[in-house]
Structures are given as structure tokens and as C-alpha cells.
């Protein structure tokens, strides 16, 4: 008898030890997590011109936070945050959902790359509210790379007279609160009167493909404003239209490019 019951409650007791491993203080099998995703995204369809551009905060566990902003849609102001949440699973299969907005709710899904950098066989579904005839969509996720070193090129104003510039940026690695990115640095612009001293970068947006910075010369107070888009390594930078407030060039505007040396 007492070894009989002995063997019972040696039985128990493992399987209670068995519980505690695999149960919910699981020590057992590790959660099944992806490739983690982070940083600066576009998702298009191929027509209509709308996108949403993402930033992307990575969590725990391949757990993902994300804020969007829609552009080229009136369904929604184009300076409205989209919350979204989600994960990258053990096949890197990403599943992103939003919180209402204007009562619509905002699905994405993908298959992320191995690198963190693609995605393949993406797609958005809006259902609800405002933007329900947004619909069912695939679209085109791509990754834009910090911008980051020297970028060399010239600028050309209205006149065609060529600037030469030289321009040390940085980008931040992780969005504000916005889901958007900013730039510091500064710049110079060789054997020219425009400037004073070395302007500095004292406002910028970086955002999807799109870029914008305000430079100020500390000496002249003389400001720069530069808009333009980038592509998706970030070695090219194109300004489609640069404009000078005060000093001895106020009022001088033009295009340009830089290119990351």
C-alpha cells in the first residue's frame, strides 16, 4: 500500500511539474517571432495616387506599433494619425490593424523580407466609416534607408546659375509621434555671398519618399527652405524647389539634387 501510493503521488507531481513548463508560466517552446520591422514605409496601390506612408516603432517579440498618414484621398486630412498595431509571425507573415478613424478600419498585410528591407505580396483593406470605398487593394510596400553622410550636388536658381552645395544630414531611426522622421546637420555652399556662416538645419520632415528642411544662417539670419523626395537607399536626394528668405539673396529660388558621396 505505501509503496503504491507513494508511485501515485510521485505521478502527480511530475505531471503537476509538466503543467508548470508547458502551461501558462511557459518555460517550454519560445514564442514563434519573424524578422523585426522597423523604420520609414510607403504603401501605394498601382492607380488612384493615394499612399500611406508609415513610421514604424518595433516592440517586443516582433510585435509592431506603426502611425500613418493617407495623402491623395479626401476621405480623411491627410494630417490625421493613423494608429496601427500588429505583428511579424514565425513565417514573417506581417498583420497590421488600425484603430478607427473617421469610423474606418485599416488592415495590411504581407509577407516581410528576411532582411527587414521588402515585402512581398502586400495588401490594404479599409472597411467602414469614410474611407470603406478605399476597398480591397494590393499595393507596393517599400522601405525608404535613413538618410545619412555627406550629400554632394548644385543647386540652380531661377536664372541658371549653378550653387554648388555640400550638406552633412542625419536622420533620426526612430518616428515621432507622428510616424514621421527629421533631419539635423548642416551645410555649405562654397564661394558664395548668400550666407554668412555655415547654415544649420533648424526644421525638417522626413516622411514616405518625401523631404523637407529649413536651414538658418546664424550670421545673416538669412533662411533656406528645400522640399523635395529621395529614393528608397537614400543616395540621391532631389529638390524640387529651394527658396531663400532674407540676406543678400532673399528672394532667390530654384531646383536641385544631391547625391550621398
Not at 61 to 81: D, F, H, I, K, P
Not at 143 to 154: C, D, E, F, L
Request: proline share 3%; hydrophobic share 40%; glycine share 14%.
Amino acid at each position: 500500500m505505501q509503496n503504491r501510493s507513494f508511485a501515485s503521488l510521485l505521478a502527480v507531481t511530475s505531471g503537476f511539474a509538466l503543467a508548470l513548463l508547458t502551461g501558462c508560466g511557459q518555460v517550454g517552446a519560445p514564442l514563434g517571432v519573424g524578422t523585426a520591422l522597423a523604420g520609414n514605409w510607403s504603401f501605394a496601390p498601382a492607380t488612384g495616387g493615394v499612399t500611406l506612408n508609415i513610421g514604424v516603432t518595433q516592440g517586443a517579440y516582433e510585435t509592431v506599433s506603426a502611425v500613418g498618414r493617407l495623402s491623395g484621398t479626401s476621405c480623411v486630412s491627410a494630417q490625421t494619425n493613423i494608429l496601427l498595431t500588429g505583428s511579424v509571425d514565425s513565417n514573417n507573415d506581417l498583420t497590421l490593424v488600425s484603430s478607427p478613424f473617421g469610423g474606418t478600419t485599416l488592415t495590411i498585410k504581407g509577407q516581410l523580407a528576411a532582411n527587414g528591407l521588402g515585402m512581398a505580396g502586400a495588401n490594404w483593406a479599409f472597411a467602414g466609416g469614410s474611407c470603406a470605398a478605399l476597398g480591397t487593394a494590393n499595393v507596393t510596400a517599400t522601405n525608404y534607408a535613413q538618410i545619412g553622410g555627406t550629400y554632394q550636388g548644385t543647386f540652380l536658381d531661377a536664372s541658371g546659375n549653378q550653387l554648388p552645395v555640400s550638406a552633412l544630414l542625419q536622420q533620426t531611426s526612430q518616428p515621432d509621434g507622428n510616424g514621421q522622421f527629421s533631419l539635423s546637420g548642416t551645410a555649405e555652399f562654397p564661394s558664395n555671398t548668400c550666407f554668412v556662416q555655415q547654415p544649420s538645419v533648424t526644421s525638417s520632415l522626413v516622411t514616405g519618399s518625401s523631404l523637407s528642411m529649413t536651414y538658418t544662417d546664424p550670421g545673416s539670419a538669412a533662411v533656406l527652405t528645400a522640399v523635395g523626395s529621395f529614393n528608397s537607399t537614400a543616395t540621391q536626394l532631389t529638390i524640387t524647389h529651394w527658396t531663400i528668405a532674407g540676406g543678400a539673396c532673399d528672394g532667390n529660388s530654384g531646383s536641385g539634387s544631391l547625391a550621398l558621396q
